[in-house]
């Protein structure tokens, strides 16, 4: 599971959008899709963690769990 998997199912939970979120982070539109293959810049990954109620740490460490699949 990539970064993006992580938050899009954490959104998911609280029925919200990606294009949502970016929108009330002012984060640029596609800036979380563009997690599927990069690593985002710690603001951002904080940013999105606090507004779902978690931590960087887990959204990073979730995104490892499945790695070997």
């Known amino acids: 599971m ?5 938050v899009k199912e954490l959104a998911g939970k609280k029925k ?6 970016e929108h009330d982070l ?4 596609g ?3 563009g997690w ?4 985002p810049r710690a ?5 999105v963690a606090d ?3 978690v931590t ?3 959204i990073l460490n979730k995104s490892k769990e499945y790695t070997h699949e």
């Open 2 to 6: 990539n970064i993006y998997a992580v």
């Open 16 to 21: 919200l959008s990606i294009s949502k979120i």
């Open 26 to 29: 002012d984060i640029g539109n």
């Open 31 to 33: 800036t979380i899709l």
């Open 36 to 39: 599927k293959t990069s690593i």
């Open 43 to 47: 603001d951002n990954l904080q940013k």
């Open 51 to 53: 507004y779902l109620g």
């Open 56 to 58: 960087p740490q887990y």
